[in-house]
T-cell receptor
């Protein structure tokens, strides 16, 4: 079993829909990251969380440390949001060593 | 402020050869981490350097090595290339080696071994 599990693996939605991507982890962590990867490979860091909730524009990320679960929400989704979204965690003893989920491929149709 | 720069962006090598990839972190960042991304295994941690010292190493064979220079630039080297080494290699820089410091990723180097 992977230490970081994401669901769903693939998600297709219509423009304007509210999107939720989930991440569960089984190890102790010091921080959780949500990353976005577009075709071509470059990765952009969206959020780094250690507790609570963060919001950037239409993106919201939450984390529940007790339940070892995080969610990424996209409101009013747009075709340019189409990308792979990756959850990654800093394991407590690992400094900058990140452990990654398998990613969620999101496609937003116009 | 310039982002994380990886060179080259694309590389084709033959089995048995060796390759060196370069990563220039954001100015002032002292931690550089390397990751391998393949379709089968996803993203996996290779190693992390901080102030020229390797701080962590992932579960990769000794053919994978790296180093960091005094200006924080880092290189990773893969010797005796195998077909399975074909992957996107990403580096990330952060200000410190603290786990609560945000990591900034480069565009990656896509290595193809033929």
């Amino acid at each position: 079993k992977n230490e970081v599990e994401q669901s769903p693996q693939n998600l297709t939605a219509q423009e304007g829909e509210f999107i939720t991507i989930n991440c569960s982890y089984s190890v102790g962590i010091s921080a959780l990251h949500w990353l976005q990867q577009h075709p071509g490979g470059g990765i952009v860091s969206l959020f780094m969380l250690s507790s609570g909730k963060k919001k950037h524009g239409r993106l919201i990320a939450t984390i529940n440390i007790q339940e070892k679960h995080s969610s990424l929400h996209i409101t009013a989704s747009h075709p340019r949001d189409s990308a792979v979204y990756i959850c990654a965690v800093n394991v407590i003893q690992g400094a900058q060593k990140l452990v990654f989920g398998q990613g969620t491929r999101l496609t937003i149709n116009p | 402020k310039a982002g994380v720069t990886q060179t080259p962006r694309y590389l084709i090598k033959t089995r048995g050869q060796q390759v060196t990839l370069s990563c220039s972190p954001i100015s002032g960042h002292r931690s550089v981490s390397w990751y391998q991304q393949t379709p089968g295994q996803g993203l996996q941690f290779l190693f992390e350097y901080f102030s020229e010292t390797q701080r962590n190493k992932g579960n990769f064979p000794g053919r994978f090595s790296g180093r960091q220079f005094s200006n924080s630039r880092s290189e990773m080297n893969v010797s005796t290339l195998e077909l399975g080494d074909s992957a996107l290699y990403l580096c990330a820089s952060s200000l410190l080696d603290s786990p609560k410091t945000e990591a900034f990723f480069g565009q990656g180097t896509r290595l193809t071994v033929v």
